[in-house]
């Protein structure tokens, strides 16, 4: 049955019910699909039915904000965060009304909006903006969390019918896929690993899960495959389980995690037309304000948010060719300099790493297997000198990031999407196509599918930076004007049918070109 947990009922759509108020059912309930039903409770005029699918007991953090531990903290400042992309402020003044109540204060020498609360307070907030976006809704705007998981939907006469897991049916209007991101498959990882791996307690894939660190107060080595967000997170998740032995990190660039500052940005200097634009050129251009800035006793991090601004039209004119190139000699810099970390976190790292428990590594992982007293023993190649090493793992935790080509995700919605054909993969492999306009769902044949939607981590080939808050949320509200604008055209048009009968057949040909021309609106 739906769970009703923190979430108002609202009657499910079935095909007896299905005509009398329009349906949105939305896959996925984490942030990205949560902050699309925040827009349709706050925009919707007219009744409106929205589901949420989601199998998590709770609506809104999705993994990422439901961490239990107040040392994760949000990598960027406050003012970055609201749910509303038209109220920068709004969560700045949720944190100074109701932060205290949650036991969380701004560090002494900050203020709100340079602050990086925890992230399991920010989960909150999403907790709390929706509930109170739902009783702000009007009259028969609803919301329901149905828990489960959507395994297949197919267009049906103009509708959808979606199935879920536990073998229920589900009918929507329109469908907006929010699902998020996948774990990578045993066999798409960068190396060779033993069965018998994957199924020990000792390799963790889900460092957020409650088994994840169990026991590792009694464990001498713990071996980070990757230097991220991810691998902080781990070693803080370790440290306060009372770990005490040595972290080894192993990444295959050996970037390392920068802590974000708080700065204004760089004045905008890009120059770029669409016809011309080339990867070299607008990389000349960056190197040169890179030096700029350092003989002007600058900081760095100003050039970041300047940068940002820019990727989604800049992503958008790029050739195929130069995407390819970006991601191939560019991303892993970028990411480095974009994904930042709050100070406070990485204080845990730095602490460890003076006391000699902690060593960080350019190294190629070669394989993983097994050993005869049940630990891990992890191969792998020194990136500068190319010679060989072993070592024994007591865990070993994976932070090399998720799935994100649809072709090689198991999922059985996403393998059912593709063999349908009502989804086009991206050809470098980042989720799928969609219309930037709206993020209306691109079919196999490259034209839209009417009625499907989605947001967030399976658009990362289409806007690029489709994974983080600040572009989430102002895709939520693509998607939300775009749902509406359907529905309204949808109804227009339903009114129109209803006075056909009332009008001589000899208007018809005015009628129906007017009709076709408000459902392609």
Excluded at 298 to 317: F, Y
Aim: charged letters at 20%.
């Amino acid at each position: 049955m739906p769970s009703q947990t923190s979430l108002n009922t609202a009657r499910l759509h079935d095909p007896v019910s299905h005509a009398l108020t329009p349906h949105v059912l939305i896959v996925g309930g984490g942030l990205a699909g949560t902050a699309v039903a925040l827009r349709l409770l706050r925009d919707s005029s007219a009744p409106l039915l929205i589901s949420i699918v989601e199998s998590r007991a709770q609506v809104g953090p999705g993994v990422a904000y439901s961490t239990e531990s107040a040392a994760h903290l949000v990598n960027g400042l406050a003012p970055f965060f609201s749910l509303y992309e038209d109220d920068p402020d709004h969560f700045s003044r949720w944190l100074a009304e109701h932060a205290k109540a949650f036991g969380w204060a701004v560090p002494v020498g900050s203020s709100t909006d340079s602050s990086m609360p925890p992230r399991q307070l920010y989960g909150r907030y999403i907790e709390a903006t929706l509930q109170e976006a739902q009783q702000s809704a009007r009259p028969g705007v609803t919301l329901t969390h149905v828990r489960g998981r959507v395994i297949d939907l197919a267009p049906q006469g103009g509708h959808f019918l979606i199935e879920l897991d536990d073998q229920r049916t589900l009918r929507a209007d329109l469908v907006v896929l929010a699902t998020g991101v996948f774990a990578r498959r045993a066999d798409r990882l960068p190396f060779k690993v033993d069965p018998q791996v994957l199924a020990s307690p000792r390799y963790v894939s889900d460092l957020y899960s409650a088994a994840a660190w169990q026991g590792v107060s009694h464990d001498e080595t713990v071996v980070l495959l990757g230097s991220g967000l991810s691998a902080l997170d781990s070693l803080i998740s370790a440290e306060q389980a009372g770990f005490t032995g040595r972290y080894l990190a192993l990444s295959r660039r050996g970037q390392r995690l920068q802590p974000r500052r708080a700065l204004p940005p760089w004045p905008d200097f890009l120059h770029w037309q669409p016809t011309t634009l080339s990867l070299r050129d607008v990389l000349r251009q960056v190197r040169l304000q890179r030096r700029l800035i350092a003989q002007q006793g600058e900081d760095w991090q100003r050039l970041v948010p300047t940068l940002r601004q820019s990727v989604a039209p800049l992503w958008a004119a790029a050739s195929l060719r130069d995407r390819r190139r970006f991601v191939n000699r560019v991303r892993v810099y970028w990411d480095v300099a974009l994904h930042r970390t709050a100070p406070e976190a990485l204080a845990w790292q730095e602490r460890v790493q003076q006391q000699g428990r902690y060593q960080h590594l350019g190294a190629t992982v070669e394989g993983v297997r097994l050993g005869g007293d049940g630990r891990l023993l992890v191969s792998w190649r020194d990136r500068a000198s190319g010679e060989q090493h072993a070592l024994q793992a007591d865990r070993l935790v994976n932070c090399l990031g998720f799935e994100y080509d649809w072709t090689q995700i198991d999922d059985p919605l996403i393998q059912n999407l593709l063999r349908k054909r009502l989804v086009l993969p991206d050809p470098l492999g980042f989720g799928i196509q969609a219309q930037r306009s709206d993020c209306g769902v691109l079919g196999a044949d490259a034209q839209p599918q009417p009625g499907l939607y989605a947001i967030g981590h399976p658009l990362r080939g289409l806007f690029w930076e489709s994974n983080s808050i600040p572009e989430q949320v102002p895709q939520a509200g693509l998607v939300a004007r775009g749902i509406l604008r359907s529905l309204s055209a949808q109804a227009l048009a339903s009114e129109l049918d209803h006075d056909r009968a009332a009008v001589p057949q000899s208007v018809t040909a005015v009628w129906a070109p007017k009709r076709a021309e408000l459902l392609r609106a």
